[in-house]
């Protein structure tokens, strides 16, 4: 039964971050309508008409479903999954007519769309997948990829810390 618990918490933790990642990119385009509006432009077969209804669309949809997905609404999981594929293919697109275009997206308006765009996506779509099949306590792969999840966090707490510690030893050496 802990253990079970122990899957529960760990998939909600991922789908929280997931949640906060999309909401904080919503509010960010909200702030920043024209230029992420202008962005949309560069999109191929994005016209003038669609990036106004994109640009005032996609972010109130972040929002929301960055709120459902973090209350665990099921509905909302599967809206985020469909706009993450979305926005695999429009970075497919991108990248196949070999374009520079600035992504906008987990809050950042310097970044290009990347391949790096389509994992995260594809990233984002395999924790909300597993948040559907994790209540199965007697599956083996449900087990294993918690524990994974589990030695990620764990990975990723850690070189957190080690970079705080290196950015306090350069504060202290004067050096930033």
């Known amino acids: ?4 618990f122990l899957q529960f918490m760990t998939i909600q933790l991922f789908l929280n971050i997931v949640g906060i990642i999309l909401f904080c ?19 191929p077969y994005v016209s003038r008409t669609i990036s106004h209804i994109i640009a005032v669309f996609l972010p109130i949809s972040e929002v929301v479903l960055a709120i459902g997905i973090i209350i ?11 706009m993450c594929l979305v926005f695999c293919l429009v970075t497919l697109v991108i990248l196949k007519n070999n374009l520079k275009v600035k992504c906008n997206c987990f809050m950042s308006s310097k970044s290009n769309f990347t391949l790096k765009t389509i994992y995260l996506n594809l990233f984002y779509i395999f924790i909300i997948l597993f948040s559907f099949v994790v209540n199965s306590r007697e599956n083996l792969v449900v087990s294993v990829l ?27 050496r004067n050096l930033l």
């Not at 039964?1 to 079970?4: D, E, L, Q, R, S």
Request: charged share 20%; net charge positive.
């Open 72 to 82: 665990n609404i099921d509905i909302a999981k599967i809206g985020v999954i469909l």
């Open 25 to 43: 990119s919503g509010v960010s385009k909200l702030f920043n309508l024209k230029e992420f509006r202008i962005g949309l432009l560069y999109i």
């Open 146 to 172: 918690t524990s994974f999840a589990i030695l990620i966090v764990l990975l990723l707490s850690l070189e957190t810390y080690k970079n705080t510690k290196d950015i306090k030893s350069m504060i202290s």
């Open 1 to 4: 039964m802990p253990f079970g």
